[in-house]
């Protein structure tokens, strides 16, 4: 079935065949969601995305509003709470008392089951005395995220198509892509830490999934290369996990650059051993453990995990690296687009 889109929201929204969304829910274990691709690239989202499209589409944005964008597993939480230290005075004790997904909410979160999971978790739990907590971690739909005071800080996962036209014209966006055969083992691990996902069928089938633009948000290469084309955009800065991986104080310097801050050295080695993955690791606001206590990750994977670049040689075969090889190769070839580390 295909909804023509609306005169707000310009993108065709195709419903898959039941056979096609039966296959991918048996195989993510998602019993519960509707799969739909949007516009000509189709993009891979859920049923209720497309609810909520238009919405998105035309969220209005202010000139002060600073978007994290990227796609899934590419450093996004480590980008974020960059961003928002320095764009909030390295305020560092309003960093560890609120957390990040409160500082800097997540867009589309409310199109996921797990908005409902831990909306259903923190029902139950209104009474066991940690309600700070449980009001903390509720998802904020798109129109209570139109509320928040100024300066607003959002995360997505969209592409920029389907994010606001004159988002880059008006706010600060701040993208950052990693190398998605990295990306497609974290997302592996991050599939096995949400309870209510937890496929157990094998990282080889994530691949081609993921390859096969059968895991939400893909196309990969479409989402990283929107962006891409707007890199030299003024109010755009493109990074890359390797490259904050490799030299975070440039990387800090380069983000407060974008952001018309000043920055001391002193300041810079402070900020880049509050990023360290050790450190990051054990911040509480920022690693989800809290989603433990509450049943919406398993207790024997972490969101905040190993913090490596390249260790997907670890997953892959000899077969699973050819592929993938050739599957880069075709995607950049005919493109200015190049890993840094490549
Ligand atoms: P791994 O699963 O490979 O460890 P996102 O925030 O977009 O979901 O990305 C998560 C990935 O970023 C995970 O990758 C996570 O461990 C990594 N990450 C988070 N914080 C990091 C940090 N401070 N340093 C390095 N990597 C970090």
Redo the contacts with the bound molecule.
Sequence with gaps: MTNKSDKNFPYEIKELTPDENEEIRNLRKAKALDFVRIGPKGYFLTKRYAEEAANIYNFPIKNDDIFVV?Y???????TQELVWLLQNNLDYEKAKSVMLNDRFPFLEITIFDEADAVRESAGKMQNDGISDLVNAMLPLTVDQIKELPSPRFIKTHLPMSLLPPNMLDTAKVVYIARDPR?VV??FY??HKLMKIISPDTGFKQDLDLFIQNKILWTPYFDHVMEAWQKRNHPNMLFLF?EE??KDLSASIRRVAKFLGKEISDEQVTTLREH???DN?KNNASVNMEHLKDVGIFQKNEA??????VG?WRDYFDDEMTAKADKWIADNIRDTDFRFPHF
Excluded at 72 to 78: E, L, V
Excluded at 303 to 308: C, L, M, P, S
């Design positions: 990227s899934p597993k590419s450093g996004t939480t480590w990295d083992v974290s691990h991050h996990y904050l991986s990023l360290k993955f990051f969101f905040v995990r190993k913090g490596k260790g």
